[in-house]
């Protein structure tokens, strides 16, 4: 079974404050795929990362960076930095590597809500 | 059209009524799926439907729902006899789908149909 954790359902911060979206995941499976995505007050989610569970180093993409740890079933998302526009709600959600089927398995993600 | 196209966007209907919800994806995305999004609740799978193969319908909640999808084109959800749990938004979504290079499962959403039962 795969289960993915968000626990944290809203945080608030204000602008240029630093924040960390936590996820943790359940999986018996080996290899596996870690996505975040956004959903901004329109409704439409956008795919922000993806990252192999083979592959742990932590990326950096502008303001957003993610961290990866295998040992603890992570995958947390920060924003250093933060701005209004980043106001929505962040999903975390895995995906098994090797089947055929790609199901996508979300949290139940968390609403930052970032005010001036 | 470049993204995924979703209609009605809102839907509002009487319980007991059957509605119909249309899904457009992005050309050439064989992989279509819906998931289900109640107010402030994360993403529920309900169907998966990769080229001609048979549909992954593990996620419908009941017998009251079905999809269809004619081909790697258009994808219709159809509740019959729609309850006020019903209610929510329903988001369909697109990937390039397995067999593919890119086989990561990213997937592209619509903005979703909005269904209210009263």
């Known amino acids: 079974a795969q289960k993915v954790t968000q626990a944290q359902t809203e945080i608030s911060v204000v602008e240029k404050e630093d924040v960390t979206l936590d996820c943790v995941y359940e999986t018996r499976d080996t290899t596996y795929y870690l996505f975040w995505y956004k959903q901004p007050p329109s409704g439409e989610l956008v795919f922000l990362i993806r990252?192999?569970?083979?592959?742990?180093q932590n990326e950096i993409s502008g303001r957003y960076s993610w961290n990866f740890q295998k040992s603890t079933s992570s995958f947390n998302f920060t924003i250093t930095a933060s701005q209004v526009v980043d106001s929505a709600v962040y999903f975390c959600?895995?995906?098994?590597?090797?089947?055929?089927?790609?199901?996508?398995?979300f949290g139940t993600g968390t609403r930052l809500l970032v005010s001036p | 059209g470049a993204g995924v196209s979703q209609s009605p966007s809102n839907k509002v209907t009487e319980k007991g009524k059957d509605v119909e919800l249309r899904c457009d994806p992005i050309s050439g995305h064989t992989a279509l799926y819906w998931y289900r999004q109640r107010l402030g609740q994360g993403l529920e799978f309900l169907i998966y439907?990769?080229?001609?193969?048979?549909?992954?319908k593990s996620g419908l909640p009941s017998d009251r729902f079905s999809a269809e999808r004619t081909g790697e084109s258009v994808s219709t959800l159809t509740i019959q006899r729609t309850q006020q749990e019903d209610s929510a938004v329903y988001l369909c979504?697109?990937?390039?789908?397995?067999?593919?290079?890119?086989?990561?499962?990213?997937?592209?959403f619509g903005e979703g149909s909005r269904l209210t039962v009263l």
């Open positions: 439907f990769q080229g001609n193969s048979a549909p992954d």
């Open positions: 990252r192999n569970s083979f592959d742990e």
């Open positions: 979504a697109s990937s390039l789908g397995v067999g593919r290079r890119e086989r990561t499962g990213e997937l592209f």
């Open positions: 959600a895995l995906r098994p590597m090797n089947t055929g089927f790609q199901k996508l398995v």
